[in-house]
C-alpha cells in the first residue's frame, strides 16, 4: 500500500479549501529517513485567513443542535473507524509505531470522537435554588468560540481527535496546527471530517515548519478564545505567557516525569507487565510512560532480573515489519537524547543489564533498554526519557518512595504496584499526579480524565471534563417573578 496514497490530500485545509503552497517541507519516515510527502509550509498570514474561516463558521455550526453536531461527529467517526488500515499505515510511514500499535490508535482517536459525539448531548445547565422571592438562577453552557489546537507527533491521530472532537461537539470551530514531523495524519483526519459533513472553516488546519511564527498568530489574536496545547513544558509555558495578552483559555498537556512505584508487596507478574506496557508503548514515547522505577528493596533484584527477561524479547525494526514492537524514534535529536541520558547514568555508576546503546536498524533506532542503580545525581532522574529505557531506583521505605516520586516540578502520571489496599490507597493519595494507575501500567482512553498538575499542565481531557474545556458557563438571574 502507498505510503501517502492520494485520497488524502498533501495540503493544508483553510475554509474548506485545500490549500497546496507555495512553500513547503518534507514529511520524513523515521524509520528509513526516506521522504513519505511535502506539505504546505504556511505562516502568519494563512493562520490568520484560517483564523477568519472559523470565526465566519462559528454562528451556524454553534447554533446546530447539539443532536445534529452529534449526528455529524458519528459519522466522522463511521468514516475514520472504516479507514483504519489505510490511517495506520500513514501512521507507522510518518511517525516510526508499529503497525499494531498505529491501528491501536486509530481506534483509540476515534473513541473521542464517538465519546464526544454523545457527551455533546448533555452540556446540562443548572437551576439554582432562589435567595429572594422575585428571582430565578439558571446556569447555560454555552461554546467558547474559536478554539486553536497545537498538537505533538507522538499520538498524531489521538492527541487531534481529544482537542477537535469535543470543541466541535461543544459548537466550537478549530484552527490545527499538528506537529511538523506528522502533518499527514491530521490532514487526513481533517478531510474525513469534511466527508462526513463538518461544514468549511469548522475545522481548519495549518501545516508549518515555523511553529512559533503560527503559534504567535494563534496565542495573540482576540479572537481565538482558547488553546489547547500538547507537548512539551518549556513551549507550553511560552505559550501560556503569549496568551496572557489577551486572557486566553488555556488547556496544557505538558511534559512528565511518571514514577512507577514497585512495593514488596507488589504481585511480580503484575508489576512486570504494568512496567513493560507503561514503558515501552510508542519506543517509550509518550507523556505518561514510566520514567523512574522505584523498587523496594525486598523485591528490586528479582524485579530487575524478570524485566530484563521481558525487555530482551522486544524485537526492534521499522513499524511496517511483523512482529516489531520497538520502531524507530521520532528524529536525530531525540536518538541523541536518549543515548546521552544512558551515558550520563553509566557514566555516573548506573549498571546496564540490557540494550544500553543505539539498535542496528538505523540511525533513530535505539535498543530497549534496563538500567539499574539508578540515583538521584543522574539526569535520567529528572528529564523525559522519550525512549525505550527503563531506569531502576532502589528504595526502602515507603515514605522514602513518596518523598522520590514527589521530588519533580512534573505531576503528571504515577503508577504503584502493591497487593496492599490500605498502602495502595495512600499511597495513590500522596502521589502529585494527575492520574494514577494502581496495579496497572495502562490508564488512557476515552472516558476518563487525561492530565496533569504542577508543571505538567493546566485542564484535562477526556470525559466530561474534556468536553467543559470547550464551555463557558453563563449565569441567567431572571427576576421580576411574582411571588
Ligand atoms: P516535542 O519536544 O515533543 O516535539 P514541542 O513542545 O516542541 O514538543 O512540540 C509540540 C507542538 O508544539 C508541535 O506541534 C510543535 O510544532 C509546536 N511548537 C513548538 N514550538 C512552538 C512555539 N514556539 N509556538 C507554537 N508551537 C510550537
Redesign the pocket.
Known amino acids: 500500500m502507498n505510503a501517502s496514497p492520494p485520497r488524502y490530500p498533501n495540503a493544508a485545509l483553510i475554509g474548506g479549501q485545500w490549500v497546496t503552497g507555495p512553500d513547503t517541507f518534507p514529511v520524513i519516515d523515521p524509520a528509513t529517513g526516506a521522504e513519505v510527502g511535502r506539505v504546505p509550509d504556511l505562516g502568519a498570514a494563512e493562520t490568520k485567513t484560517a483564523i477568519d474561516a472559523a470565526e465566519a463558521a462559528l454562528p451556524a455550526w454553534s447554533k446546530k443542535t447539539a443532536k445534529e453536531r452529534a449526528q455529524i461527529l458519528k459519522r466522522w467517526f463511521d468514516l475514520v473507524t472504516a479507514d483504519t488500515e489505510h490511517l495506520a499505515q500513514l501512521m507507522t510511514a510518518e511517525q516510526g509505531k508499529p503497525l499494531a500499535e498505529a491501528r491501536g490508535e486509530v481506534a483509540y482517536g476515534a473513541s473521542f470522537i464517538e465519546w464526544f459525539a454523545e457527551e455533546g448531548k448533555r452540556a446540562y445547565g443548572r437551576t439554582i435554588p432562589t435567595t429572594a422571592a422575585g428571582k430565578r438562577y439558571i446556569t447555560i453552557k454555552q461554546p467558547i468560540g474559536v478554539v486553536a489546537a497545537?498538537?505533538?507527533?507522538?499520538f498524531p491521530i489521538a492527541m487531534i481527535t481529544r482537542k477537535v472532537a469535543p470543541a466541535l461537539a461543544a459548537g466550537c470551530t478549530v484552527v490545527v496546527?499538528?506537529?511538523?514531523?506528522t502533518p499527514l495524519c491530521a490532514i487526513a483526519i481533517a478531510k474525513l471530517a469534511l466527508d462526513a459533513g463538518v461544514p468549511p472553516g469548522v475545522f481548519n488546519v495549518i501545516t508549518?515548519a515555523n511553529?512559533?511564527a503560527?503559534?504567535?498568530v494563534?496565542?495573540e489574536d482576540s479572537r481565538v478564545r482558547k488553546l489547547s496545547?500538547?507537548?512539551?513544558t518549556?513551549?507550553?509555558k511560552?505559550?501560556y505567557r503569549?496568551c496572557a495578552s489577551n486572557v486566553k483559555k488555556l488547556t496544557l498537556e505538558l511534559g512528565g516525569n511518571a514514577p512507577l512505584l514497585v512495593f514488596d508487596d507488589a504481585n511480580l507478574e503484575q508489576a512486570v507487565a504494568g512496567a513493560m506496557a507503561s514503558k515501552y508503548r510508542n519506543a517509550g514515547q509518550t507523556c505518561v510512560c514510566a520514567n523512574r522505577i522505584l523498587v523496594q528493596s525486598g523485591i528490586y533484584d528479582r524485579f530487575a532480573e524478570a524485566l530484563a527477561a521481558e525487555v530482551k524479547k522486544l524485537k526492534v525494526g521499522p513499524g511496517r515489519d511483523a512482529g516489531v514492537v520497538i520502531g524507530p524514534l521520532?528524529n536525530a535529536d531525540a536518538a541523541k537524547k536518549v543515548d546521552g541520558l544512558v551515558r550520563d547514568a553509566v557514566g555516573k555508576g548506573a549498571k546496564v543489564i540490557v540494550g544500553g546503546s543505539p539498535a542496528a536498524a538505523g540511525p533513530l533506532f535505539y535498543q530497549p533498554s534496563v538500567v539499574t542503580g539508578v540515583t538521584p545525581d543522574m539526569t535520567i532522574v529528572h528529564e523525559e526519557i522519550?525512549g525505550p529505557v527503563a531506569a531502576l531506583i532502589r528504595f526502602e521505605t515507603d515514605e522514602e518512595a513518596i518523598r522520590i516520586a514527589n521530588d519533580t516540578p512534573f505531576g503528571l502520571a504515577a503508577y504503584l504496584f502493591s497487593q496492599n489496599l490500605g498502602r495502595a490507597w495512600s499511597v495513590a493519595e500522596a502521589l502529585d499526579a494527575g492520574m494514577v494507575g494502581v496495579n496497572e501500567g495502562l490508564f488512557s482512553n476515552e472516558t476518563v480524565p487525561f492530565g496533569g498538575v504542577k508543571e505538567s499542565g493546566l485542564g484535562r481531557e477526556g470525559a466530561a471534563e474534556g468536553l467543559d474545556e470547550y464551555l463557558e458557563t453563563k449565569f441567567i438571574c431572571l427576576g421580576g417573578i411574582a411571588s
Do not use: M, R, Y
Not at 496546527?177 to 514531523?181: C, G, M, S, V
Not at 496545547?229 to 512539551?232: D, K, L, P, R, V
Open positions: 497545537i498538537a505533538p507527533w507522538n496546527k499538528p506537529a511538523e514531523d508549518t511553529a512559533p503560527v503559534g504567535k494563534l496565542c496545547f500538547t507537548g512539551s518549556e513551549v507550553g511560552a505559550l503569549q521520532i522519550f
